[in-house]
T-cell receptor, first 115, second 114 residues
Framework: AQSVAQPEDQVNVAEGNPLTVKCTYS??????LFWYVQYPNRGLQFLLK??????LVKGSYGFEAEFNKSQTSFHLKKPSALVSDSALYFC?????????????FGRGTQLTVWP | DADVTQTPRNRITKTGKRIMLECSQT?????MYWYRQDPGLGLRLIYY???????NKGEISDGYSVSRQAQAKFSLSLESAIPNQTALYFC?????????????FGPGTRLTVL
């Protein structure tokens, strides 16, 4: 069975500090991994994805994520947080061996960056 | 994503009423999805469709039905709405060409059932 865990409901950081939003996953095969961001009153926007290759993936707005197969993790990171990064972040996984192709989402992590 | 639209954006209705939420896309994608979002629960899949003739139940399909009228249109119906169906509903699309393609989301419909 596929599942995603985001262990922190909330993450608070000061502007200019590095941020990390954690994600661990469980799939029966090899994963495709995704991060999405949701701003207030908006739909989800794609940030980045891991398919294969380099474990460090770079995405939109200066975000990056590191795939760690041994720890089954895909943590989202940014070296220097901005107040405008405050939003709800979702991690998602798809089993690349599955023909159904559906995504499984975590519960979301609310990121607050204060000035 | 502006290429995925949902109507209405907000709806307040009463218990027992029939409600239809509509989704249209201009991305030319084959796959379409309906999710509901509840605080602290993330997104849960209601139904998904890989083409006009293909409809599949997700993890929480009870109380819902869908119709794929065309490649670009995917509607979600609540035959008899109940208060615990109060939620934010999202439509999403993805391209069949590659299974690692990301999904594109509409702006959401906020549904309140009184």
């Amino acid at each position: 069975a596929q599942s995603v865990a985001q262990p922190e409901d909330q993450v608070n950081v000061a502007e200019g500090n590095p941020l990390t939003v954690k994600c661990t996953y469980s799939v029966s095969g090899n994963p495709y991994l995704f991060w999405y961001v949701q701003y207030p009153n908006r739909g989800l926007q794609f940030l980045l994805k891991y398919i294969t290759g380099d474990n460090l993936v770079k995405g939109s707005y200066g975000f990056e994520a590191e795939f760690n197969k041994s720890q089954t993790s895909f943590h989202l990171k940014k070296p220097s947080a901005l107040v405008s990064d405050s939003a709800l972040y979702f991690c998602a996984v798809r089993d690349r061996g599955s023909t159904l192709g559906r995504l499984y989402f975590g519960r979301g992590t609310q990121l607050t960056v204060w000035p | 994503d502006a290429d995925v639209t949902q109507t209405p954006r907000n709806r307040i209705t009463k218990t027992g009423k029939r409600i239809m939420l509509e989704c249209s896309q201009t991305k030319g994608h084959d796959r379409m999805y309906w999710y509901r979002q509840d605080p602290g629960l993330g997104l849960r899949l209601i139904y998904y469709s890989f083409d006009v003739k293909d409809i599949n139940k997700g993890e929480i399909s009870d109380g819902y039905s869908v119709s794929r009228q065309a490649q670009a249109k995917f509607s979600l119906s609540l035959e008899s709405a109940i208060p615990n169906q109060t939620a934010l509903y999202f439509c999403a699309t993805s391209d069949l060409a590659a299974s690692y393609n990301e999904q594109f989301f509409g702006p959401g419909t906020r549904l309140t059932v009184l």
